[in-house]
């Protein structure tokens, strides 16, 4: 969480105002950074030179807009401190004072005497009334003798509300110091990060340590009131037992804390959904769609219904139907592949239309494989039991592990900061020249999409451009151009190694022999780096962002040692992936990629280094997409609906070359992918074309699931281009629109398409795919 929500959440509401303006802070400091350190380094060709300028000037000139603002900070917080402290140290007091009362009222009680007990009481109750009428009492001392009752139970019970009330406002203030001073500290190691100064360490162990609230003896004046208290607390409920006392006062306090936070949260989302309604920042959204509505009477009552309700009821309407029409249609002889067949068009209508959720659909392919008696029997008799058994033996294959392998290595890679803490050193090296940044951040995508995954990646990337994106100037080309760079290069590395993307795994269930690492490397890295000069320069072409004189605020590499875990995650990974690439050599041992894959998982999650949380964030609705789809396989090769269609196609494509079949059926996945989910779209296609051309059935499969990655002609098209199209400016503008994709995705999917047509063609054909 970052500090300005955490700040947020944890202030106390009705002193909001009265915290450090950490917001302001952070845009003042951004202020600076564009207008003071950028600025006049403008003319500077790389990081060198930038750190070669006159820096202490800079800082000075720095210096003195940002303390300044720090120390308005610092009185403001501090004048509030002392005007509460001494409003509640009066009420400390003044409970003292009445509890002192108390007890001699309740000493009085218990000595037996009747008559003592009520002159007693009468006079107290007569001083308290003389107390609240008399305009010289204090306000702390009026208002502690309104409270008391009558009787010495009712007493009790009002002194202990007013001992709760108490502990909860004072540990609110002490929890207020400690936001105040982690607020300062978050605030100058952010300025300290931007202009390469150390403000951190002499303000606060100047200016910050000697204001009175911050200090040491302010802090043990204020939790022996806190601890006074407890012990009247301890007198009054717990028999005098302190520990006790303190576990029940925490108690009353968390759940104070539960109760006003959540109503703190209440408010938050109040107001964003009223800067929603009045037409702050629109964007289209299901839940904008959803509001649209229309009421339907009914012998029961009113019920209102979406307009989304309808167009899903429609569309589930049609496949339903179309699946019921061509159940009952005779188009092949064999009852099992006409079965299959509807089988077949239903799953890919709802993958398609994605009317349910995609892995939703997945699960039903076992359900209706069994039920629709899709797989045959090996006598008259059909038998399900052992239908369930081969479909469900299918669904969790070697093919599963290397995709749960995949996920452990990005795990560690991503929640250990390694990735980032790569990626940075080597985007810090890429100086201040917008075409070399932007061709260093496409690579380090792409290169960051081969171990954490194509959906992993963009964020990182994205992520670590922030301080470049800043400092842009308004509406300039590069934040765009930048921007569509690293979501097209994320998706060209989709096709990078075997665990970029799932469509990868896909296609290596349907290759035999399966590629081993190596192979997938001497073809996908040469590809890659051909698609991404060629989008590299499409997009210079397009958006020509060094004619905009543009000055790139240079990323810093990180100063960070690297720890030991995060060497042990590197070594994990090396040893995995070498491991992988010889898989071949050692398949007398090993016997499967998918064994292998259980390298990592032990190694992470046995060691705590990945826990039980770690292991339920995996994407799992993508496993139970591609176990779905390898079922759907299984089912339509053991039918024999497999056979039937290749042959059909085979007829229907005659003569064709297999260079004339991989561009055909290349451009046809391009097509669905661009519109569908990749994933899917291989899952549709590669079971067809691994039956086009059995001598070369590697290239075919393996040609089609990387043109599957190259398909990113839309904002739909994959999740590095939906990312993407979301990124918005610090006023809420979003950075692309649809055209941007279309003027540079859709050539860029094209150069993809004929990089492997040719040039990975040639190299499939090489090793003899």
Not at 429 to 455: D, E, H, Q, Y
Not at 521 to 545: Q, S
Request: aromatic letters at 10%; a negative charge; charged letters at 15%.
């Amino acid at each position: 969480m970052k500090f300005s929500h955490s700040l947020q959440f944890n202030s106390v509401p009705d002193w909001a105002d009265r915290y450090i303006a950490y917001s302001n802070l952070k845009k003042l400091v951004y202020q600076i950074e564009r207008d003071i350190i950028v600025a006049p380094t403008s003319q500077a060709n790389d990081v060198e030179a930038i750190e070669e300028s006159p820096l202490l000037d800079l800082k000075s000139r720095a210096n003195a807009i940002f303390i300044p603002a720090l120390d308005k900070e610092l009185t403001k917080i501090n004048v509030f401190y002392l005007s509460k402290e001494d409003e509640l140290f009066k009420e400390v007091t003044a409970l003292i004072q009445d509890f002192a009362v108390f007890e001699n009222l309740e000493d009085s009680l218990t000595s037996g005497s009747r008559h003592h007990r009520l002159s007693t009481s009468e006079s107290y109750i007569s001083n308290a009334s003389s107390d609240e009428d008399d305009p010289s009492t204090p306000i702390a001392k009026r208002q502690s003798v309104l409270w008391r009752p009558s009787t010495i139970e009712e007493q009790r019970i009002h002194l202990k509300k007013r001992t709760i009330d108490l502990f909860v406002w004072l540990s609110e203030l002490k929890s207020f110091v400690v936001l105040n001073r982690t607020g300062f500290s978050k605030i100058l190691k952010k300025y300290d990060k931007i202009t390469n100064g150390d403000l951190k360490t002499s303000y606060l162990n100047g200016a910050v340590n000697d204001t009175y609230l911050f200090k040491a003896s302010t802090l043990k004046n204020l939790e022996d009131q806190i601890l006074k208290i407890r012990e009247i607390y301890a007198n009054i409920c717990t028999n005098a037992d302190m520990d006790a006392a303190t576990r029940e006062l925490k108690t009353h306090l968390r759940e104070f804390i539960v109760w006003e936070r959540n109503t703190v949260w209440r408010d938050i989302i109040g107001l964003e959904r009223k800067s929603q309604a009045v037409g702050i920042k629109p964007s289209v959204t299901i839940e904008n769609l959803v509001e649209t509505k229309a009421k339907i009477q009914t012998p029961f009552g009113g019920v209102t219904i979406s307009n989304t309700f309808w167009k899903t009821s429609l569309l589930l309407s049609f496949c339903i139907i179309a699946f019921l029409v061509l159940l009952n249609s005779n188009l092949f002889e064999i009852p099992e592949q006409n079965n299959c067949f509807a089988l077949l068009i239903f799953v890919c209508l709802l993958w398609s239309t994605e009317v349910i959720p995609i892995f939703v659909t997945s699960l039903l392919v076992p359900l209706l494989v069994v039920c629709l008696r899709v797989v045959p029997s090996d006598n008259a008799h059909f038998d399900a039991g052992k239908a369930a058994q081969h479909i469900f033996s299918t669904m969790f294959s070697p093919v599963i592990m290397l995709l749960l392998g995949g996920f452990a290595i990005a795990g560690a890679l991503s929640k250990y900061h390694v990735a980032k803490m790569m990626a940075t050193v080597v985007l810090a090296k890429a100086g201040t020249r917008p075409s070399t940044v932007l061709l260093v951040s496409m690579f380090v995508a792409t290169f960051s999409s081969m171990w954490i995954s194509n959906v992993a990646a963009p964020v990182l990337c994205l992520s670590l451009i922030q301080p470049i994106l800043r400092n842009l100037p308004q509406n300039s080309s590069f934040g765009r151009c930048l921007i569509l760079g690293i979501a097209l290069a994320s998706n060209v590395g989709g096709m990078a190694s075997p665990i970029s993307s799932p469509q990868n795994i896909i296609a290596i269930e349907y290759m035999n022999p399966s590629p081993n690492w190596i192979s997938w490397f001497f073809i996908a890295i040469p590809l890659c780096f051909i698609v991404n000069i060629l989008i590299w320069l499409l997009l210079l072409f397009n958006y020509k962002p060094s004619g905009d004189s543009l000055s790139i605020h240079p990323i810093r590499s990180t100063r960070d040692p690297w720890s030991e875990t995060q060497i042990f995650v590197i070594v994990i990974t090396v040893i995995t992936i070498a491991l992988w690439c010889v898989e071949k050599q050692l398949e007398d041992f090993f016997g499967d990629m998918g064994v292998i894959a259980i390298i990592p998982l032990v190694a992470f999650f046995g060691t705590g280094i990945l826990t039980k949380e770690d292991f339920n964030n995996f994407l799992w609705t993508v496993i139970i997409l591609a176990m779905g789809g390898i079922a759907l396989g299984a089912a339509v090769r053991d039918s024999g609906l497999l056979h039937t269609i290749a042959e059909s196609v085979k007829e229907m494509s005659g003569d064709l070359t297999v260079w004339q079949i991989l561009v055909l059926f290349g451009s046809l996945v391009l097509v669905m992918a661009t519109f569908i989910s990749h994933t899917v779209a291989a899952l549709i296609i590669l079971p067809i074309v691994a039956q086009l051309n059995e001598q070369h059935s590697n290239l075919l499969v393996m040609g089609s699931a990387l043109i599957c990655s190259v398909a990113m002609g839309l904002p739909v098209s994959g999740f590095p281009n939906m990312n993407a199209i979301m990124m918005e400016d610090e006023m809420g503008v979003r950075y692309l629109n649809t055209i941007d994709f279309i003027k540079s995705g859709i050539p860029g999917s094209f150069l993809g398409l004929m990089s492997i047509a040719t040039v990975g063609y040639l190299l499939m054909s090489l090793i003899g795919y």
